[in-house]
């Protein structure tokens, strides 16, 4: 918010052409390489759209797991915008293994088939796992082998940075990453995200023309870049999102104590899933706002971030305890 402010001062030409934007581009060079080409975006899905649709055609398709956020939460805007196709893979722990995909490529491009051309991943995942260093070098290679570009949806790679103890180039670009979506408004940004291609040819012909058409070209960019050049500034980034994975291992082990409450998936990032009674959870939402993940369990997702404070942690782990305590009496 203090960027935003100073960058609120006199008059700057518009569209990205100023000196905050020039600032925050050189942040993003100081951490992923001079090499990478930046283009800012008001959101996620705005940023995946930039992202894939600058490096497809209509006729070929993206592959992804069946719980990516670009096939089951952004409302088929990708396939709407870019005319291209999802091909989602069954995944338990929501991430893609060579063995997945092997079976897309294994054909010679057919007419009446699109034609795979690029993977997405997140990291963290959707079910808030982390892939390992080598599982994503090992998926990059296979994929450049096969002609495939490496899409990485990193709306909470400050996290999975965080958490793997590595720098932001060490989780992506290092291993291969073609295209990323680097994620702001998750660790402390008030709007705002990234699309950093590792290799500016890729992008140079389309991207400027696919975020306009997407409509994420902002014309006051400062009040974005502003805040990328706060965010990216020293360690601030991974200050915010390690913060929240310690909030996060501090839910598991206050949560962890609590009957008729199981955790059900590692905690590694930001994220807490677990299952409790059916009763339990509308009695917990009338305080707090949380999604029901899987309503067959019922499987719910508990997230921590950058300003969540320890007080808020036991607070909730206590409305928990304490619905819980009486869904299992009825």
């Known amino acids: 918010m203090e960027a935003i402010v100073a960058a609120n001062v006199g008059d700057a030409v518009s569209y990205g052409a100023d000196s905050w934007t020039e600032r925050a581009v050189a942040r993003f060079h100081e951490h992923f390489g001079s090499a990478s080409d930046v283009l800012f975006a008001f959101n996620g899905t705005g940023a995946n759209i930039v992202a894939l649709g600058s490096l497809l055609r209509p006729h070929e398709a993206v592959i992804c797991p069946d719980s990516a956020h670009l096939q089951t939460d952004e ?58 260093l080598h599982e994503i070098r090992e998926l990059c290679e296979f994929a450049h082998r096969h002609g ?116 059900t998936r590692p905690v590694e990032a930001n994220a807490v899933f677990a299952t409790l009674d059916r009763d339990a959870i509308p009695a917990i939402q009338e305080r707090y706002f949380f999604y029901v993940f899987d309503d067959t369990l019922p499987e719910v997702r508990w997230m921590t971030h950058f300003a969540t404070r320890e007080a808020d942690v036991d607070a909730f782990a206590d409305a928990v305890a304490h619905a819980s305590t009486i869904g299992a009496a009825r």
Request: a positive charge.
């Open 75 to 132: 409302c088929g805007a990708f396939e709407r915008f870019t005319g291209s196709k999802m091909l989602p893979v069954q995944s338990a722990d929501g991430k893609l293994r060579v063995a997945d995909i092997e079976p897309l490529v294994a054909h010679a491009p057919d007419q009446h088939h699109v034609v795979p051309r690029a993977i997405s991943i997140s990291n963290a995942t959707e079910f808030g796992g982390l892939y390992t």
């Open 148 to 263: 495939l570009f490496v899409h990485l949806d990193g709306a909470r790679i400050c996290n999975a940075a965080a958490a793997l103890g590595v720098s932001l180039r060490e989780c992506t670009v290092d291993l291969g990453i073609d295209v990323l979506s680097f994620g702001g408004t998750k660790n402390g940004m008030l709007a705002g995200e990234a699309v950093v291609f590792f290799d500016g040819a890729l992008h140079a012909a389309a991207a400027p023309f696919v975020r306009k058409q997407a409509m994420q070209l902002a014309s006051k960019m400062r009040f974005i870049a502003a805040q990328f050049d706060a965010l990216l500034t020293g360690d601030r980034w991974r200050a915010y999102a390690a913060h929240a994975n310690a909030m996060a291992q501090r839910l598991e082990r206050r949560i962890a104590a609590i009957p008729n409450v199981r955790i």
